[in-house]
């Protein structure tokens, strides 16, 4: 049984995240909670939240056990984008994207397979 987990409009870009969430892709859910840990990205935070929401899910929802879970898929997919202008010399504009990301994340029970 698959269950998931989303976060959605996460301030973060969606090509750094992706970095982090295939870093995890095939990992159990315990060795890829240390891995987010330790790693030095900034979206590792966020994605470990989501991460941990998938579990719990799967715990709560479905009477799965957490160590038997791994991770199935962890996608970043590309939000909207914010998008300002900062003013600059001569009455021009500088455009500013500020992007977002929607993560999720797929666990499986070990014994499904």
Known sequence: MQVSATMK???????????????????????ATAMLKFMPQGAAKDV????????????????????????????????????RFQPRAQGRAFAIHKPMTHVTIVVEDREAR
């Open 48 to 83: 470990a939240k989501v991460l941990k929401s998938a579990a719990a899910n799967a715990e709560n929802n479905h009477d799965l056990s957490p160590e038997d879970l791994f991770v199935v898929r962890a996608t970043a997919d590309e939000g909207p984008t914010l998008k």
């Open 9 to 31: 409009y996460l301030r973060r870009s969606t090509r750094k995240t992706r970095l982090v969430t295939q870093a995890i892709v095939g990992k159990p859910v315990s060795e």
